[in-house]
């Protein structure tokens, strides 16, 4: 927004700065070709000159032979008329006798008056200049004109991105609002409202996402729940119809597990929920990942799977919230040692400015197709149609990913040959040993 | 011998004079000869008196140039003044003329002028700062 009423300021300053300026020189260049004086600077050099002959003139050893000649050479023309002769009305005639002086205009052209008291006299001068209708008044209005027009002119040239910007993102809210969740506005970088047009994507991803969590939620509520309660009536049914104390015993131990089932899906869609970046506030604290890995992967060591731990040789130091960073590494290892035969390797690799926690197993592996669905919610790979599980492990460890700066990349084992799950910090801190 | 020359010097200076106003220059003036208003396109009022000599013979009128209106008429030298309510917006002429001919004798104008007022914008070209 600053970037926009800086950029506004600006330009009015400058187009009103350069056009009067351009037009200013323009104009003057133009009037500086007519030498000729005008009209204005000619009665005011007849003024001066005027008041210095009546003050000569007024005396009785002036006589008829100066105006004569100064007639003969001069096109502005003297004359002498007796005051009594200059009848004027009476408001000027106050006026004239006070000032002593008056300039008359008519058809023929301006004419300067100059009472004589001493001689009882008034000096007429009377010249062909006429008050100018010239063009220069009207030149004058064209290049006000020109001004205006041209201050118009480069403000709409400034504002009519601005206005087809604004026009785009009132078009993509619209169809937004619709229903139409994919609309995204195109970025540019020399737009005037780019933060807006970037909060309004990021704005319309997390509605889509919410959405879409949405869907798959209530999808998948009515889909896994629906298994365990037709289990359930169809088991009710059986017990009701029963008698025999042992096999009653089964059937309730059947329903315990069916509800067993439920409340784990519940729980686990729960926690899938909580997992918005809007309820949670992360504990941010250095992570020392070679020790920190090490400590984690004590606990989660099984006969069926071993896991062995490949450690970097200098300190590696992420932040992180221990916390969500567990969850995170614990799916993985869940997954791995799941879809594993008998070997899981963790290895902690730093690449030029990032650091990557690989961990591999010996399984039948991930297709890079596959690589995409499998971290939506609810979504199981080719390879665990008869293992439990809802689906929301990798789900949870890609969200979480995303807004703790430890994203979630699916590939293959170079050494094991299954599937390597890794998690990427982008910043860190490293030293050596 | 000195008077005497000085006489005819004297005669000879004079003697073209009156041919010359017989002929053409017939002295005819209108006093005051400017009307004064105060500004532009205002009707000016002003008691003019038209003053002026003819010869003896013909009959003459004195009338306003553009529209032919007659003021006054007359026979030989019967009037040699006329006063008049000069009333109007524009320079206007006034002819003495004889009768039967086209042509006027004399001309003169009763200028119409107001009071000069300096434009107000200055008109030394265009200026913003």
Known sequence: MKKLIASLVLVVLASIASLGWSISEFANLQSSDTQELTTVEHLRALKLIGAALAKSLDNDQADGSFIDSWNLSNSEKLSL????????????????????????????????????????QVLNISTKLVTSTDDSLSLNKLYTMIFYVGVVAILFLWVSPLIRQLLNLSQTAKAFGMGELGQRIKLNKTSYIGSIETEFNRMADRIQQLVDDNKLLSRAVS???????????????????????????????????????????????????????????????????????????????????????????????????????????????????????????????????????HIDDDGPGIDAEEAEQIIKPFVRGKQSRDNSGHGMGLAIVSRIGLWMGSTLAIGHAPTLGGARMSLRFTSFKGSEK | MDKLSLWLLLLCLITPLPALSQDSSIVFTATPERCVALHKGQTCYQDVLFQWQTPQVGSYCLVMSQSLHQLACWNGQAVQKYQYSFEGDSTTTFSLIRNDEAEPLAEVKVVVTWVYKAPKQSQSGWRLF
């Open chain 1, 81 to 120: 008329i007796a005051e009594t002769e200059f009848i004027l009305p009476s408001s000027l005639q106050s006026q004239f006798n006070t000032e002593a002086s008056l300039l008359l205009e008519s058809a023929e052209g301006i004419s300067l008056h100059y009472r004589l008291p001493n001689t009882g």
């Open chain 1, 223 to 357: 889909h896994d729940l629906k298994t365990p309660i037709a289990r359930l009536r169809f088991g009710i049914e059986v017990l009701e119809e029963n008698q025999n104390e042992q096999l009653r015993e089964k059937y309730f131990q059947r329903l315990n597990r069916d509800l067993d089932t439920m409340e784990e899906l519940v729980m686990t869609l729960l926690s899938y929920a909580r997992l918005d970046q809007a309820n949670i506030q992360p504990e941010i604290q250095p992570i020392e990942l070679n020790a920190w890995l090490e400590q984690k992967l004590a606990k989660h060591n099984s006969a069926a799977c071993s896991v062995s731990f490949v450690p970097l040789p200098q300190s590696v130091i992420v932040n992180s919230d221990p916390k969500y960073l567990s969850m995170q590494v614990s799916n993985l290892l869940n997954n791995a040692q799941g879809f594993g035969q008998s070997k899981v390797q963790v290895l902690l690799v730093v690449e030029a400015d990032q650091v990557w926690i």
